[in-house]
């Protein structure tokens, strides 16, 4: 048992050497195109996101060098960001930056259908650029993502899309914001870069930041098709794959804001993204290998645990190596993607996240149902 858990400790370990190395690969020199095409980029929004109306200003300035529109959609006049879009697109208009941008009112979505995906048929029914972009409300895009990912379509001849992988840079104010950023910058993040250093690109899309060339949107025959799906960007991505396109992704990171988030805000945030995951991603290398760091932790402790109760001491400090080593290693590859320093008083997060992802899978089997941004 002693060498049982040592094997468990050295796999650790080697997966986070060659997490840490997909990392380090991330950086590549592009082209540059001889002409950028023109590009729509499609904004849904809904609610009111932390920090709205400075990742609205943000949207906008950006240094894309051809010709671009950006356009809000938002679900009716009510909403309590569109005052804040309207503000950002008359100071960007006032000071005379590149680009245009407007707000489209999409009205609520059918029964079937996300309010992400009807924002999205709505823009893209208005949109008249080369090609068409989707970002989401809760990021802060700064001015060299959007033509980084750009780049990256550009020089992918058989790519349909790409995407900008998603960092969580911000320092954690609540528990909550700490397990945000461990989720995102400390497990997903690393296993997209591993993939990517892998295959050279993604079976689905994360859309966040995501561009299309006009012939795969054209493939998909209308974003209708995706009606009946929970989530929406996987399901584009996983259509592409099949139709023969590829799905790219850039270098240079999105950074999504997620601020002052309660415990109770997170656990849901967390149960949202394992439903999610379920649905929407598939049964590859990818989720398995996330999902394979979860059970060296449960199995490192319950053979760390039961080696103390049945009083061998060797075996309890070799088996405790393996939670130990893996929430080291999250938390290190964290920091390695570009999170901020956690603070010492949520040094407890990453155990606990891990802890409750069972009970968490347990619950999304038995109660499937996904409360988010004001839709049951």
Sequence with gaps: MVVVAAVLAVAVLREHRRLSRAINARVSLLPTPRRYPSISVIRPVRGLDAEAESNFAAALDNVYPGP?????????????????????????QAAGRHGRARILIAGPPPADRTGKLNAMIAGLAHAEGELVAFGDSDTHPDPLVLRQVVDKLLAS?????????????????????????????????????????????????MGQLMVFRRKALDALEGLQVLSGHLVDDMQIGLRLTALGFRNVVASHALPVVAQNLGPLTFARMFRRWLIFSRSGLPMGAFKRRVWMRGLQYWLGLLLALGAVLAGTPLLALVAAMVPITLLWSIVHLHRKLGGAPLPLRHVWVPAVMLLAAPFAVLSALLWPRVVWRGRR
């Design 68 to 92: 671009i529109e950006t356009l809000f959609v938002f679900d009716d006049d009510d909403e309590p960001a569109l005052p804040l879009a309207r503000k950002a697109i008359a100071s960007h």
């Design 157 to 205: 001849p058989n790519a349909g899309a790409a995407f900008a992988p998603v960092v969580i840079p911000s320092p954690p104010r609540t528990a909550g914001d700490t397990g945000a950023a461990l989720m995102v910058n400390g497990l997903y993040g690393p296993a997209v870069a591993d993939t990517v250093a892998r295959t050279g690109a993604m079976p689905f899309i």
